[in-house]
């Protein structure tokens, strides 16, 4: 199984982006997906996460800028940046717990990292 990151870009503050994460491989079924941040000196933070039901959850930092969503018949995630600031410059991760057969719980993946910067 892989998760592979695409979106990365330079943007002005008050800009948007769009970040896409595509799984691939022997998937039964993902329960969770999520995007995570690491800005530079900082520890890796959740951003949002979504379920398979379409119930999402973001960080406070994030609440009313972003938008997670998911496509479960491309095992797809996304997230929409709108109204970034240069606080939100970081290398972003894409996480997914996934199920490859129906036995399981479930394990770990994580995408490459995909660097947004903020900037004038």
């Known amino acids: 199984v892989q998760l592979q990151a695409s979106g990365e870009g330079l943007v002005q503050p008050g800009g948007f982006l769009r970040l896409s994460c595509a799984a691939s491989g022997s998937i039964f079924s993902i329960p969770v997906m999520a995007w995570y941040r690491q800005a530079p000196g900082k520890q890796r933070e959740v951003v949002a996460t979504i379920v398979g039901g379409g119930a999402t959850n973001y960080a406070d930092s994030v609440k009313g800028r972003f938008t997670i969503s998911r496509d479960n018949a491309k095992n797809t995630v996304y997230l929409q940046m709108n109204n970034l600031e240069p606080e939100d410059t970081a290398v972003y991760y894409c996480?997914?717990?996934?199920?490859?057969?129906?036995?399981?719980?479930?394990?770990?993946?994580w995408g490459q990292g995909t660097l947004v910067t903020v900037s004038s």
């Open positions: 996480h997914a717990i996934i199920r490859g057969d129906s036995r399981g719980g479930g394990s770990d993946y």
